[in-house]
């Protein structure tokens, strides 16, 4: 069974940064592209980045290019995100996804990011 | 990276059908035949419903069904059912490794 779990989420500053990690589980992680996507509260989906299998292509939204980077570690089937300069519109639940057929064909349960002072 | 336009809302009684839009551009949806389709209920990560436009992973009933023609996608649920009550959200791929979701529309089963 697939299994995608968030970590790292949680209050911060304007400003700030943290590191989201996503544990892989019950697949070839290092065979799948991922992805990020986050949804603010009583909003919609918004794609964020994605990442190749082996890691040496990555895309970004508009929004969070520069600030957001996107890695992965194969030996540890973890995927991450770190992010800096968080802005209070940053602030959403993120999800990771793996990428099949180029559709997200698996979801995490998403880890909480609150921006504010 | 413009969100795709998806209507806000659409109901239809038990056993009727909905059909939801999903205009893109000559960028994204018209572009590649890369448009899914997501099911999320309150409180939950959201399903993938479909893949590469009409295609219905397994597990998925078969009275979900996609298509597409030119810029715009469409998701079509037959036969509603209470537990379709849900909001839904297209995605497509867009080039050079990015994707767009849709702005989501809530359906309700009257």
């Known amino acids: 069974e697939v299994q995608l779990v968030e970590s790292g989420g949680g209050l911060v500053q304007p400003g700030g940064s943290l590191r989201l990690s996503c544990a892989a589980s019950?697949?070839?992680?290092?065979?799948?592209?991922m992805n990020w996507v986050r949804q603010a509260p009583g909003k919609g989906l918004v794609w964020v980045s994605r990442?190749?299998?082996?890691?040496?292509?990555?895309g970004y939204a508009d929004s969070v290019k520069g600030r957001f980077t996107v890695s992965r570690d194969n030996a540890k089937n973890t995927l991450y995100l770190q992010i800096d300069s968080l802005r209070a519109e940053d602030s959403a639940m993120y999800y990771c996804?793996?990428?099949?057929?180029?559709?997200?064909?698996?979801w995490g349960q998403g880890t909480l990011v609150t921006v504010s002072s | 990276q413009s969100a795709l336009t998806q209507p806000p809302s659409a109901s239809g009684s038990p056993g009727q059908s909905v059909t939801i839009s999903c205009t893109g551009t000559s960028s994204d949806v018209g572009a590649y035949n890369y448009v899914s389709w997501y099911q999320q209920h309150p409180g939950q990560a959201p399903k993938l419903m479909i893949y590469?436009?009409?295609n219905r992973p397994s597990g998925v009933p078969d009275r979900f069904s996609g298509s597409k023609s030119g810029n715009t996608a469409s998701l079509t649920v037959s036969g509603l059912q209470a537990e379709d009550e849900a909001d839904y959200f297209c995605?497509?791929?867009?080039?050079?490794?990015?994707?767009?979701f849709g702005t989501g529309t809530k359906v309700t089963v009257l």
């Open positions: 996804t793996r990428e099949n057929r180029v559709a997200a064909d698996s």
């Open positions: 019950g697949f070839t992680f290092s065979a799948s592209w």
């Open positions: 590469e436009v009409s």
């Open positions: 990442i190749k299998s082996d890691g040496s292509r990555t």
């Open positions: 995605y497509s791929y867009a080039g050079s490794d990015t994707f767009v």
